[in-house]
Nanobody, 124 residues
Framework: QVQLEESGGGLVQAGGSLTLSCAAS????????MGWFRQAPGKGREFVAAVRGISADTYYADSVKGRFTISRDNAKITVNLHMNSLKPEDTAVYFCASSRMIGYPNNVYEYNYWGQGTQVTVSS
């Protein structure tokens, strides 16, 4: 099993920045893709960003491209999500996830392991 633990959520004003971190433990691998999803109240869980395992390629949802940056440290098996120019519509619970899939997983069903989530609230 793989355990994922998120940290770094909180309350921030619109236009501000926040960094989320996710630490993986257990039977994980640096070859797994790691990503972030978010879920706003009353909405489904949506893809935000991910980084592939071996190549470390990164990819983003259009809604966050240019504002968010994902990075990983394979030695520590951690992944960070740096969020800039935050908007009220970024308010959601953010989930870290890990995928054994080869390619560019960006759907909920393509991820095998999930963290408990961390709340991000952006005030206007």
């Amino acid at each position: 099993q793989v355990q994922l633990e998120e940290s770094g959520g909180g309350l921030v004003q619109a236009g501000g920045s926040l960094t989320l971190s996710c630490a993986a433990s257990g039977r994980t691998s640096s070859s797994y893709a790691m990503g972030w999803f978010r879920q706003a109240p009353g909405k489904g869980r949506e893809f935000v960003a991910a980084v592939r395992g071996i190549s470390a390629d990164t990819y983003y949802a259009d809604s966050v491209k240019g504002r968010f940056t994902i990075s990983r440290d394979n030695a520590k098996i951690t992944v960070n999500l740096h969020m800039n120019s935050l908007k009220p519509e970024d308010t959601a619970v953010y989930f870290c996830a890990s995928s054994r899939m080869i390619g560019y997983p960006n759907n909920v069903y393509e991820y095998n392991y999930w963290g408990q989530g961390t709340q991000v609230t952006v005030s206007s």
